[in-house]
């Protein structure tokens, strides 16, 4: 399980660094990452640091699919991420806390 996290982290930095390498593509006018592609890696298990790239760095904070997307992504992971360590039953407690309407299963 140690080691997935780590895989995981190691792919969030990698995704963190693409969008700063785009940021910094788009500042001097150089060849740019697809959006399509910036969303796949969000969208592939980097929701963490795209969107941590996002807000930090300010990149891709106006354009529609990004200010939904990242954020929906970065939710989503951190919910799976944590069904996988703690178990669902216990993700479900904790937002049925957090959000009573949230039906038990």
Known sequence: MLMLAAIAALYNVIV????????????????RVRESSLLWLAMLGGGIGALLAQRLLRHKTRKPPFKVVLPALFVVQILMATAALFGMENVLAVLQTLIPSVAAT
């Open 16 to 31: 963190f660094c693409v969008y700063a390498w785009d940021k910094l593509a788009a500042r001097k006018g150089d060849w």
